[in-house]
């Protein structure tokens, strides 16, 4: 039963109490035993009329469908804010144990027993989201042996309480959302342990066409164990022919069970994906019973497969490494942003002040099968494409955030990160959504996000021709892959009106210094703008000092000298670190002697030469830094880097008429697609041959995908 309405009448009250009331016993007790799911998500949720007596009235009626309607498993309750926690309990004592209970934004403390509750035991799918009161009723043992869908967003979860929570449920869960808290990077670690089995998806099976992990015996506490990427002639551009033939198909005797264990398979790229959302699971949890059934692949988990930790205090570096060392099962991921470092990391000391990123650069690898070999679905920054961060810093509008973000730090990023996702870099992956998505361009995110739709085209293209060559070779191809078939893009609120507003009441000063050069990275060329962000302190000004140095002897400073001659001739510097509990002496790359083409590696090895507390963050250099110029295998300091993506000295706001060129992104979209298909309707038209279509990519490259926008 669905009765859902976002504008509720008084007539459709009057029907749902006449319904509940006096209908529903008159209907025979078959009939009403074929109803499984009760739905009120947008039903009466915000009617005036239950303040008092109505309300009461309404709990009355749901008791009342609820005892009529016996075979109901699926109660779905959220934003009822009416509900208290009494009548909520003789709700689900009524109902004869559902499956699934889904009660969040209630407004309701629940009471401590109440996940005790004998009805709710088979529950396989619980969502708890935006309630008050602590989750710790969750964290008993033996509570809920079914539950595999676990729903916590907005519940204030810290890492200690998370912790207690993984360490009671384990392997149980396949799907947990754990978005809007206060999660850390520190938590991860332990959610890879404990949520993950062991066993590892990852193999050198497939090398020709994905590479394959090379492992070292060296590692940190920060990073974990040390690994490169080992490329094939083809992997390293992602052009291997048969990048989109399906696995072969997995036979096993007792595919569920070994030594006593369900096992955990790399995905053939033939399944769909189990949906964790409340509709998905209504629709699959309604037509089952609730007697467990271990061969129900919607019951079965090993661990988690469905992930979300978006709006926590978790960074990019946290979410590379929690790709980087769970066991390659996820398949789907979501974290709509995140800072580009911790909170308190070192790096920030190095930025102007009251300045940080969001997004998530130079890890694009660790999505690639060679790491996530079952990941289908992915939500993640728009940065993840484009490259371009999402700049927070006071004292400028939201235009000049923009503005700044995809021009000179964007440069920078290029520099450092020069590798960013595309699609045949996981052609397993299905669906991405791209989040935080500005509104506004001065052209570089719009010129990225049209190239990516292109590229979108052309992997279209050649999965047709991939399939049609197969085909004809031989009936017995193990099949094809169907690449990137769904994108949604999420865009930030346009804040033009504001801008304009705010742009009205700009200072003489900034007029007449409107005309000056624009920004470059390079330290020899002047900023767009002299006049520079009250309260920063440049990159120099804010290196840590030692307040003592005049102090030293004549021998230290003899010593000093000495050493910092060494490092200034020294490729390389020795490096300490502690892993599995013994001393490690790695030669960490520090850049070259000499001056490198790239700026930021002459950044990166000033940084490293000049300030101790920037040789941290060790671990091999990535794919994207090998681009950059940084040797093959070899270790750098992740911390000095970072810091390098920052341009030095003063943020600049921009001048007036850049803010004023900034073009509508989403009517560049728009402009881009209906081009794209009259271009390729025309071709079609044209052709002699009405049965044979138009092949897909070049000239028009118009994807015949699923594109979505989301505008707030």
């Given at each position: 039963?669905?009765?859902?309405?976002?504008?509720?009448?008084?007539?459709?009250?009057?029907?749902?109490?006449?319904?509940?009331?006096?209908?529903?016993?008159?209907?025979?007790?078959?009939?009403?035993?074929?109803?499984?799911?009760?739905?009120?998500?947008?039903?009466?949720?915000?009617?005036?009329?239950?303040?008092?007596?109505?309300?009461?009235?309404?709990?009355?009626?749901?008791?009342?469908?609820?005892?009529?309607?016996?075979?109901?498993?699926?109660?779905?309750?959220?934003?009822?804010?009416?509900?208290?926690?009494?009548?909520?309990?003789?709700?689900?004592?009524?109902?004869?144990?559902?499956?699934?209970?889904?009660?969040?934004?209630?407004?309701?403390?629940?009471?401590?027993?109440?996940?005790?509750?004998?009805?709710?035991?088979?529950?396989?799918?619980?969502?708890?989201?935006?309630?008050?009161?602590?989750?710790?009723?969750?964290?008993?043992?033996?509570?809920?042996?079914?539950?595999?869908?676990?729903?916590?967003?907005?519940?204030?979860?810290?890492?200690?309480?998370?912790?207690?929570?993984?360490?009671?449920?384990?392997?149980?869960?396949?799907?947990?959302?754990?978005?809007?808290?206060?999660?850390?990077?520190?938590?991860?670690?332990?959610?890879?342990?404990?949520?993950?089995?062991?066993?590892?998806?990852?193999?050198?099976?497939?090398?020709?066409?994905?590479?394959?992990?090379?492992?070292?015996?060296?590692?940190?506490?920060?990073?974990?164990?040390?690994?490169?990427?080992?490329?094939?002639?083809?992997?390293?551009?992602?052009?291997?022919?048969?990048?989109?033939?399906?696995?072969?198909?997995?036979?096993?005797?007792?595919?569920?069970?070994?030594?006593?264990?369900?096992?955990?398979?790399?995905?053939?790229?033939?399944?769909?994906?189990?949906?964790?959302?409340?509709?998905?699971?209504?629709?699959?949890?309604?037509?089952?019973?609730?007697?467990?059934?271990?061969?129900?692949?919607?019951?079965?988990?090993?661990?988690?497969?469905?992930?979300?930790?978006?709006?926590?205090?978790?960074?990019?570096?946290?979410v590379e490494k929690l790709m980087r060392t769970s066991n390659g099962q996820i398949e789907h991921f979501v974290c709509d942003s995140m800072p580009f470092v911790p909170p308190r990391s070192s790096v920030l000391d190095f930025w102007p002040s009251?300045?940080?990123?969001?997004?998530?650069?130079?890890?694009?690898?660790?999505?690639?099968?060679?790491?996530?070999?079952?990941?289908?679905?992915?939500?993640?920054?728009?940065?993840?494409?484009?490259?371009?961060?999402?700049?927070?810093?006071?004292?400028?509008?939201?235009?000049?955030?923009?503005?700044?973000?995809?021009?000179?730090?964007?440069?920078?990023?290029?520099?450092?990160?020069?590798?960013?996702?595309?699609?045949?870099?996981?052609?397993?992956?299905?669906?991405?959504?791209?989040?935080?998505?500005?509104?506004?361009?001065?052209?570089?995110?719009?010129?990225?996000?049209?190239?990516?739709?292109?590229?979108?085209?052309?992997?279209?293209?050649?999965?047709?021709?991939?399939?049609?060559?197969?085909?004809?070779?031989?009936?017995?191809?193990?099949?094809?892959?169907?690449?990137?078939?769904?994108?949604?893009?999420?865009?930030?609120?346009?804040?033009?009106?504001?801008?304009?507003?705010?742009?009205?009441?700009?200072?003489?000063?900034?007029?007449?210094?409107?005309?000056?050069?624009?920004?470059?990275?390079?330290?020899?060329?002047?900023?767009?703008?002299?006049?520079?962000?009250?309260?920063?302190?440049?990159?120099?000004?804010?290196?840590?000092?030692?307040?003592?140095?005049?102090?030293?002897?004549?021998?230290?400073?003899?010593?000093?000298?000495?050493?910092?001659?060494?490092?200034?001739?020294?490729?390389?510097?020795?490096?300490?670190?502690?892993?599995?509990?013994?001393?490690?002496?790695?030669?960490?790359?520090?850049?070259?002697?000499?001056?490198?083409?790239?700026?930021?590696?002459?950044?990166?090895?000033?940084?490293?030469?000049?300030?101790?507390?920037?040789?941290?963050?060790?671990?091999?250099?990535?794919?994207?830094?090998?681009?950059?110029?940084?040797?093959?295998?070899?270790?750098?300091?992740?911390?000095?880097?970072?810091?390098?993506?920052?341009?030095?000295?003063?943020?600049?706001?921009?001048?007036?008429?850049?803010?004023?060129?900034?073009?509508?992104?989403?009517?560049?979209?728009?402009?881009?697609?209906?081009?794209?298909?009259?271009?390729?309707?025309?071709?079609?038209?044209?052709?002699?041959?009405?049965?044979?279509?138009?092949?897909?990519?070049?000239?028009?490259?118009?994807?015949?995908?699923?594109?979505?926008?989301?505008?707030?």
């Amino acid at each position: 039963m669905y009765p859902r309405s976002n504008h509720v009448t008084v007539a459709d009250l009057s029907w749902w109490f006449d319904f509940a009331f006096v209908k529903l016993g008159n209907v025979r007790l078959s009939t009403r035993s074929l109803v499984r799911i009760l739905d009120l998500r947008d039903f009466a949720k915000e009617c005036y009329q239950f303040a008092t007596d109505q309300n009461a009235r309404f709990l009355r009626s749901l008791h009342m469908a609820l005892k009529l309607l016996p075979q109901v498993n699926a109660l779905l309750l959220d934003r009822h804010t009416e509900i208290d926690p009494n009548s909520l309990i003789s709700l689900t004592q009524t109902n004869s144990s559902p499956l699934l209970l889904s009660i969040s934004h209630c407004s309701t403390q629940l009471p401590g027993s109440f996940f005790a509750l004998p009805s709710l035991q088979k529950l396989v799918y619980l969502d708890v989201s935006n309630l008050p009161g602590s989750v710790a009723p969750l964290i008993q043992p033996s509570l809920l042996p079914d539950l595999r869908i676990l729903k916590l967003a907005g519940r204030e979860l810290d890492d200690a309480t998370l912790i207690g929570l993984v360490g009671l449920y384990r392997l149980r869960l396949w799907s947990l959302d754990l978005s809007n808290n206060r999660l850390t990077d520190g938590i991860l670690q332990t959610l890879v342990e404990r949520c993950f089995p062991p066993a590892s998806l990852r193999s050198s099976v497939h090398f020709q066409v994905e590479g394959r992990l090379s492992g070292t015996e060296h590692g940190s506490l920060a990073h974990g164990a040390f690994e490169f990427i080992e490329e094939s002639e083809s992997s390293c551009d992602f052009s291997s022919p048969d990048r989109y033939q399906l696995d072969a198909p997995t036979y096993n005797a007792q595919p569920y069970f070994l030594h006593g264990q369900r096992q955990v398979f790399r995905s053939d790229g033939r399944s769909s994906l189990r949906s964790d959302s409340a509709d998905g699971a209504t629709h699959i949890l309604s037509h089952q019973s609730i007697d467990y059934d271990v061969d129900d692949t919607y019951r079965n988990s090993r661990g988690i497969t469905h992930l979300d930790i978006s709006h926590n205090h978790i960074s990019a570096i946290g979410v590379e490494k929690l790709m980087r060392t769970s066991n390659g099962q996820i398949e789907h991921f979501v974290c709509d942003s995140m800072p580009f470092v911790p909170p308190r990391s070192s790096v920030l000391d190095f930025w102007p002040s009251r300045t940080s990123l969001h997004g998530i650069l130079g890890v694009a690898h660790v999505f690639r099968p060679v790491y996530s070999p079952n990941l289908r679905s992915l939500r993640i920054h728009h940065s993840f494409v484009t490259n371009i961060p999402s700049l927070v810093a006071d004292g400028f509008s939201s235009f000049a955030k923009l503005y700044i973000a995809e021009t000179s730090i964007r440069f920078r990023i290029d520099e450092a990160y020069p590798q960013t996702f595309v699609p045949d870099m996981n052609p397993r992956l299905h669906s991405l959504t791209l989040t935080c998505v500005p509104r506004r361009s001065s052209g570089p995110l719009i010129e990225r996000l049209l190239h990516f739709l292109k590229l979108l085209s052309s992997q279209e293209r050649s999965i047709a021709d991939a399939n049609h060559y197969e085909k004809a070779a031989s009936w017995r191809s193990p099949g094809m892959l169907r690449g990137l078939r769904h994108m949604r893009l999420e865009f930030e609120p346009d804040t033009l009106e504001k801008d304009t507003a705010a742009a009205d009441d700009v200072d003489a000063e900034q007029l007449m210094n409107s005309g000056e050069k624009g920004f470059s990275f390079f330290e020899d060329e002047k900023p767009y703008s002299t006049r520079p962000l009250a309260g920063t302190k440049s990159r120099s000004a804010r290196s840590p000092s030692n307040s003592s140095s005049n102090a030293i002897t004549a021998n230290t400073a003899d010593d000093h000298e000495s050493q910092k001659r060494a490092r200034d001739n020294a490729e390389f510097f020795t490096h300490y670190e502690e892993w599995n509990e013994c001393g490690l002496k790695l030669p960490v790359w520090a850049g070259p002697v000499q001056p490198h083409r790239n700026p930021i590696i002459n950044e990166y090895r000033r940084l490293v030469t000049n300030h101790k507390t920037l040789r941290d963050g060790l671990g091999p250099a990535s794919p994207a830094q090998v681009l950059a110029g940084v040797p093959e295998k070899t270790y750098i300091f992740n911390s000095a880097w970072r810091v390098a993506i920052m341009p030095s000295g003063e943020l600049a706001s921009p001048a007036p008429q850049d803010l004023t060129g900034m073009q509508d992104v989403l009517g560049a979209l728009k402009k881009h697609r209906a081009t794209g298909r009259v271009l390729y309707q025309d071709l079609q038209r044209k052709r002699e041959d009405a049965t044979l279509r138009v092949p897909l990519g070049a000239p028009h490259f118009f994807w015949t995908g699923s594109l979505e926008v989301s505008t707030k």
